[in-house]
């Protein structure tokens, strides 16, 4: 036995970066960024994906709002008003398969657009000249899990990238402290959970980072947000020596896309021990901005919403859940609309007063409609059941025709029959508000390109300014 053969040799004492880091850790904590920790790879190049990018052509939207009314809203009760419906109350309806459920609610015009607004809305009917409304939504399954993740991907089968993943992907961010896609939610989430915010084949980086803000403080909105062993300066050192390492490796043996994007994540996480902890931070806005949008949770989500866009993050998506009313449907959607009512005209207002409407685009909407009939589970106290065939939304600001109804339902509201329009062509139309040809905006992935409207869509022109 030659005793030189059992001493450690040099290459014995050094660790691979991939063993370091294993190994230490680097102490940031998930920050809610766990989805920029997975398999996915980062684009193949040097350049930072969520750099500001241009979009196709120039588009006045350049950041969005979505307000996810997630339950699916009943169209006949808020956005489309049916007299026919009301007048036949409580008769059979050929086809329908039950008796009419005439709206408890009254519609009246409202701006001089005269669009028509449900009463349960009475300080959004204030912004009726700067909202458009389309009519005639329709989707494939009247099911929440399915058709929820299909609004928001654009796939009823495959695991696809969210809208907001897409932006994201398209136009970068300006904020490269800040997750340039956020997803507010009041709690305990809703059906299809991260599905509905994911990147999918997409790069990680650009997935959504999911927050709580139902939580009382931002520690826990975003845990671990604070790192409880070692102090900033150390935490800077800590990450530069990472860099370098990583691109000794990289020049000497070969780049690493899964670690890389890890290391990505670790730097954005450094970075928003500050920013998040101001943008969150509603306390910090006057107190006359407060009262406008209420001390609700709907209005919370809706001012840190503004917040974000504000410091540059690209699309923020806030969870307005329990619309799914299939009984006592007359108190039940009062109460909800009453909760988003308020603090979303005060969204518009506040974006209006800052300059920002006309360059942030803002949605409202669920997943499906509902039925023009009563629902037997209701009894005494109807609601309405699932529809997949009819259902609205609202949209305002970057690029909207104000004070527009597009499309139409037959005289029940039953179903879509005018300017149809499917998830495909509502996704052709956003992405085309925020400047992009929706079949030039691919990603190749398993040997083909995908895009978010599959190999359907038409832009919905009749709602773009």
């Known amino acids: 036995m030659n005793p030189l053969e059992h001493q450690a040799q040099l290459p014995d004492l050094f660790l691979t970066r991939r063993q370091w880091l294993a190994r230490f850790g680097m102490g940031m904590g998930a920050v809610g960024l766990a989805s920029m920790l997975g398999d996915e790879a980062r684009a193949a190049n040097d350049l930072n994906p ?9 588009a006045k939207a350049k950041r969005v709002i979505h307000i996810f009314a997630q339950g699916a809203p009943s169209h006949v009760d808020t ?14 309806i050929p086809g329908a398969g039950g008796v009419a459920f005439g709206s408890p609610f009254k519609f009246t015009k409202q701006g001089r657009s005269g669009l028509e607004f449900s009463e349960v809305f009475p300080s959004l009917a204030k912004h009726a000249d700067s909202m ?37 992907y398209g136009l970068g961010t300006e904020n490269q402290n800040m997750p340039g896609f956020i997803s507010l939610r009041p709690g305990g989430g809703a059906p ?20 709580n803000t139902q939580a009382q403080s931002v520690e826990q909105m975003i845990e671990n947000i604070r790192n409880n062993y070692l102090v900033p300066k150390e935490q800077r050192r800590q990450l530069d020596l990472v860099h370098q390492l990583n ?37 910090k806005e006057p107190e ?22 504000e410091r540059g993050v690209r699309f923020v998506q806030a969870w307005a859940s ?45 997943e499906f409609g509902r039925k023009p009939t009563r629902d037997n589970r209701g009894a005494d106290d109807p609601g309405r059941d699932h529809n997949n065939r009819a259902f609205a939304h609202w949209l305002a600001g970057g690029g909207i025709k104000g004070g527009v109804a597009y499309g139409a339902t037959d005289e029940f509201g039953a179903r879509a029959v005018d300017n149809k329009v499917h998830i495909h062509d509502y996704h052709a139309t956003l992405l ?34």
């Open 50 to 58: 969520l750099a500001p990018k241009n979009p196709h052509f120039p």
């Open 79 to 92: 956005w489309d008003p049916k007299p026919a419906l009301t007048k036949n109350d409580g008769k059979s």
């Open 288 to 309: 006359n901005v407060r009262s406008l949008y209420g001390s609700s949770t709907q209005g919370k989500q809706l001012l840190i919403a503004r917040r974000l866009v």
């Open 432 to 465: 085309a508000l925020m400047g992009f040809d929706h079949e030039k905006l691919t990603y190749r992935y398993n040997g083909r390109d995908f895009r978010l409207t599959d190999n359907f869509g038409q832009v919905v022109k009749g709602i773009i300014a």
């Open 322 to 366: 329990g619309w799914d009313h299939h009984n006592d449907l007359e108190d039940r959607l009062r109460a909800k609309a009453g909760e988003i009512d308020g603090p979303a005209a005060a969204l518009l207002t506040d974006l209006k007063q800052r300059g920002m409407l006309d360059s942030t685009l803002v949605i409202w909407g669920g």
């Open 132 to 168: 458009a409304v389309v009519r005639s939504l329709h989707t494939d399954i009247p099911a929440h899990d399915v058709a929820t993740v299909f609004m928001n991907t654009g796939s009823l089968r495959l695991a696809k990238p969210s809208l907001g993943s897409w932006v994201l």
């Open 247 to 283: 691109a000794i490796h990289s020049q000497n043996l070969q780049k690493d896309a899964q670690l890389e994007a890890r290391i990505e994540a670790f730097e954005m996480a450094y970075k928003m021990q500050t920013a998040a902890t101001d943008a969150f931070d509603i306390a």
């Open 192 to 211: 299809g959970g991260a599905q509905n915010y994911q990147s999918a084949f997409l790069p990680g980086i650009f997935q959504g980072s999911s927050i």
